[in-house]
């Protein structure tokens, strides 16, 4: 049992100067990981509506401050006032295989905790509810233990493969990959969130009209809902206009709506979609929300 148990206490060492304690002032505490000197990257509604935090290790506190959050992955950025720990370095999401034996890694007090669990479903690019995607959906066969989120879900050679969450996709404990990591961060840092494109609407998935025949795509996004002076509006879309695509992307419902605008505020896009029972397109310009 010795040679079973050492790669993973040899992992645990390598990782723990990278996990630190999060505290927000709230009853409970959670955990982050340093991705750069002085920078830590923690769950965002671990947080709250905290304007300043702690990030500890062990005897060691650092105040910290908020750079930037995203509600849709659950990334925060945190910059710490003086540095403490090193940075932990990722696999890429495409070295990473089901049935992998791991650990989550969280510091919800002094000391770094582990949970043994294995990676139990694996896909590609995932779009998640409130917009946004994961660039490879990573998640473990149970529950993570309260404290853990935003902590490191790290192999047996003490490379993390993600940070730790149960907010980005409700009922489901994922690994969020470095790719998506690295690319929410540089948003938070160039914007203290991530801008997000907008119509101004709010949609209903609907069965397609029988008098459009037979089509690959049998359900759209009703407008059920449009604001008065919003993208869509200036744009020429109607209040029951029922959405097929943007720019070149499916919409069936509001999930594909606010994914296919995710990564296109301020741009002009091709908007397909029904009324009176017939296909027509437009081109408007998406709005923007999110950012500092």
Known sequence: M????????????????????????????GSGIFVESGLVVTSS?????????TVSQADERREASIVGRDWATDIALLKLESAIGSPLEFTAHDKVKVGRLCLALGRPGRSVRASMRIVGVLAGETPLPAGGKLDAYIETDRALPGGFSGGPLVGVDGKAIGMNTRAAIRGADLAIPHATITRVVAQLQAHGGVPRGYLGVGVQSVRLPASLGQQEQTRGAMIMAIEDDGPATKGGLLL??????????????PQELAAALFERAAQKVEVSFVRSGQKQSIELVTGTRGGA
């Open 45 to 53: 509604r671990a947080l709250r509506d905290a304007e300043r935090v």
């Open 2 to 29: 010795a040679n079973i148990a050492e790669p993973f206490v040899a992992a645990v060492e390598r990782a723990t100067p990278s996990v630190v304690r999060v505290s927000s002032g709230c009853a409970r505490s």
């Open 240 to 253: 029951g206009d029922i959405l097929l695509s943007l720019a070149g992307d499916t919409v069936r419902g």
